[in-house]
Structures are given as structure tokens and as C-alpha cells.
């Protein structure tokens, strides 16, 4: 069993990533094949990203058992009112500094649920958002 | 294709050096999040975008190179970064939609 938590700073975008490649090359240490690796790598950018461009902060958590991989993001704020709009491919409130680098395409939720096993995502407006993944090992 | 016969294809510049030295697939785009969704190993990766966070995401999706058109550069601190992470990066004079034409003449499949 491992469990790591990594904070992820509000438009800190010269750090962002590093979660990301943490969470990668911990996996690959445990042998992770190659395919599920590139799954968990797309998900846990697309949740890190999602909380430098959207939240005010967060943290991302990863745990690893024999049965699976689990990542999970906290946020604390703002919350998102609609959240089958922002799961819509396309929809982004990004705004024009992230969408400048190339980021607000409107994908970073759909990526993730196309990319995990399981996908489920509770937001509070006013509160903040959590989001869990599940990545089945085998 | 190796890197290296890319290199000459192109007309490129390294700007920086990585360690892999084959091209499995090739894609342009600008837009991380698409890109983060199409990366595969090996893949050659045309984008105009020059921050940090495309070494990140050509490194989360095991590509083998960047390739900037139009002689665009990156800053040094973003080089640093691709070396440490493997990743190769070119600058080549040629436009985007040359070096995608030029790509897949020579048979280098779609990501």
C-alpha cells in the first residue's frame, strides 16, 4: 500500500507537472505496465492542470494497492455550478492567460474519464471540487 | 525513422539533445490538452507552443521529440528541462504543414 499527497498551488504553471511525473515514476518503480501508465500519466496532468487553472489550491493524492490505482484530487473553491456542462468536450471557463499556453480546450475532464476505470467527480459551489479515479491494475 | 534522419529531413536544429533516438508517429497541434490525449511512445510532436509544460506533457506521453516550426526557439531554462526529461527538441525553418508533409512522405504513420 503507498499513499503520497502532492499540494498543487493555484496558477503556479512553472511547477506544474511535477505531481504528474512524481506519480509516473512511482508507478513505473512498481512495474506498471506501460499502457496504464500512459492512462494514469494523461489523468493525473489533466487533475493537476485542473487545479492550477481552476481552483484557488488543492491537493492531489495518489494510493496504490494490489488491486489498483487510486487518484484523487481536493479543492477549495470555487466549485463548479454546472457540472455536466464542464463535462462536456469543448466546454472550458479557462481563462485568456491558460488558454495562451495552449490549455482550456475543454478536455481536461473528458480525458480523464475516458482514461480511468472508474470516474466520479462531487462538486460544492462556494466549497470546492473532489474528483476520484480508479485504475484497475491487471 | 531515427532522430537523426529527421534532423536532416527537416533542415533542423537541435536545440536539445534526448535519449531516444527513434520516431514511432508523428502530430501537430497546439492545444496541451488534445495532445495529452493523442501522446504515444515514441512520438514526434509539432507545436509553436515554447513553456515549460509541453516538456512536461511530450515527457508524460513517452514522445521522443518537439519540433518547432518557423526557426522558433526555446528559452534555455525550458532546454535544461527537455534534457533532463530526454526529450529531444528541433528547430526547423520549415512551416508546420511543411514538416507534416515532409513526415509523412516518408512514411511515418499518424499518432
Known amino acids: 500500500m503507498m499513499h503520497t499527497d502532492y499540494p498543487v498551488e493555484a ?7 511535477e505531481a504528474s511525473a512524481d506519480i509516473k515514476r ?14 494514469v500519466a494523461v489523468a493525473s496532468y489533466e487533475l493537476e492542470l485542473n487545479i492550477v487553472i481552476h481552483s484557488v489550491g488543492g491537493q492531489l493524492s495518489l494510493e496504490v494497492d494490489s488491486q489498483c490505482v487510486r487518484l484523487s484530487s481536493s479543492d477549495r ?22 488558454r495562451s499556453m495552449g490549455f482550456g480546450a475543454g478536455m481536461g475532464l473528458p480525458n480523464m474519464r475516458r482514461n480511468a476505470d472508474v470516474f466520479t467527480i462531487d462538486s460544492v459551489p462556494g466549497r470546492g471540487t473532489d474528483i476520484q479515479m480508479l485504475f484497475e491494475l491487471a | 525513422m531515427r532522430i537523426s534522419e529527421l534532423i536532416t529531413l527537416l533542415d533542423a536544429r537541435v536545440l536539445a539533445e534526448g535519449n531516444k533516438a527513434d520516431i514511432t508517429c508523428g502530430y501537430s497541434c497546439d492545444l496541451l490538452s488534445l495532445v495529452m490525449g493523442r501522446g504515444r511512445e515514441g512520438m514526434a510532436w509539432v507545436t509553436v507552443q515554447t513553456h515549460l509544460n509541453v516538456i512536461a506533457v511530450a515527457s508524460l506521453g513517452e514522445m521522443a521529440c ?8 526555446m528559452e534555455p531554462p525550458i532546454l535544461d528541462k527537455a534534457r533532463e526529461e530526454g526529450i529531444t527538441v528541433l528547430s526547423s525553418p520549415k512551416t508546420a504543414f511543411a514538416i507534416c508533409g515532409l513526415m509523412h512522405q516518408q512514411g511515418i504513420p499518424p499518432a
Open chain 2, 66 to 73: 518537439v519540433i518547432l516550426p518557423e526557426g522558433i526557439v
Open chain 1, 11 to 17: 496558477g503556479d504553471f512553472t511547477r506544474a507537472g
Open chain 1, 26 to 39: 512511482r508507478l513505473r518503480q512498481l512495474g506498471v505496465s506501460t499502457e496504464l501508465l500512459r492512462r
Open chain 1, 77 to 98: 473553491g470555487p466549485g463548479i455550478v454546472d457540472v455536466a456542462q464542464a463535462m462536456r468536450e469543448g466546454y472550458s471557463t479557462a481563462n485568456d492567460e491558460a
